[in-house]
T-cell receptor, first 111, second 116 residues
Framework: SQQGEEDPQALSIQEGENATMNCSYK?????LQWYRQNSGRGLVHLIL?????REKHSGRLRVTLDTSKKSSSLLITASRAADTASYFC???????????FGTGTSLTVIP | DVKVTQSSRYLVKRTGEKVFLECVQD?????MFWYRQDPGLGLRLIYF???????EKGDIPEGYSVSREKKERFSLILESASTNQTSMYLC???????????????FGPGTRLTVL
């Protein structure tokens, strides 16, 4: 399977702390994306980083990409209770239109 | 805003029934996708379509078929529902990579299907 894996599977932090989650994947990629899913809902796109980029920021989100290690990390700074959700990475290969999603990290931010 | 809608949020069917899940998007996206999501397994691609009447198998197409007669609508069909098809089904759409809009997928709210 080309599916990625997130680490940790679950993370619980206090409001105001930073949350870091990691994603590892198996094949060469065109880009990597992070999505968020609130309980029982669809996924929402957060940020996309291309294979030739190493770091990207969007508001309180910071994403890094290390293609040599086939890994990415998502950092959420100054977390809020509303950040409680599951976070998934998704990769697209250099060929084709398929996405490969990781298994997700469940983040709980305690007020 | 992109809107992807799915015909039902919750659905309960009996084993052996034929089940139709409908997905409609309003952004003129060429690509549409059906996933199922199960605890510990993440999202797994069932089928995707990159144009009207075109379809490609994903990772787990067995027991499913799809139909795309119109650009905005992508249907997932369970020919004879079984209990192991109880799952959350998610539809998504996107522009093609060549459009320059990147690979962002837009998801519907999901349909939680229970097969008894």
């Amino acid at each position: 399977s080309q599916q990625g894996e997130e680490d940790p599977q679950a993370l619980s932090i206090q409001e105001g702390e930073n949350a870091t989650m990691n994603c590892s994947y198996k094949t060469s990629i065109n880009n990597l994306q992070w999505y968020r899913q609130n309980s029982g809902r669809g996924l929402v796109h957060l940020i996309l980083i291309r294979s030739n980029e190493r770091e990207k920021h969007s508001g309180r989100l910071r994403v890094t990409l290390d293609t040599s290690k086939k890994s990415s990390s998502l950092l959420i700074t100054a977390s809020r209770a509303a950040d409680t959700a599951s976070y998934f990475c998704a990769t697209t290969s250099n060929t084709g239109n398929q996405f490969y999603f990781g298994t997700g990290t469940s983040l709980t931010v305690i007020p | 805003d992109v809107k992807v809608t799915q015909s039902s949020r919750y659905l309960v069917k009996r084993t052996g029934e034929k089940v139709f899940l409908e997905c409609v998007q309003d952004m003129d996206h060429e690509n549409m996708f059906w996933y199922r999501q199960d605890p510990g397994l993440g999202l797994r691609l069932i089928y995707f379509s990159y144009d009207v009447k075109m379809k490609e198998k994903g990772d787990i197409p067995e027991g499913y078929s799809v139909s795309r007669e119109k650009k905005e609508r992508f249907s997932l069909i369970l020919e004879s529902a079984s209990t192991n098809q109880t799952s959350m089904y998610l539809c998504a759409s996107s522009f093609p990579r060549t459009s320059g809009s990147g690979d962002t997928q837009y998801f519907g709210p999901g349909t939680r299907l229970t097969v008894l």
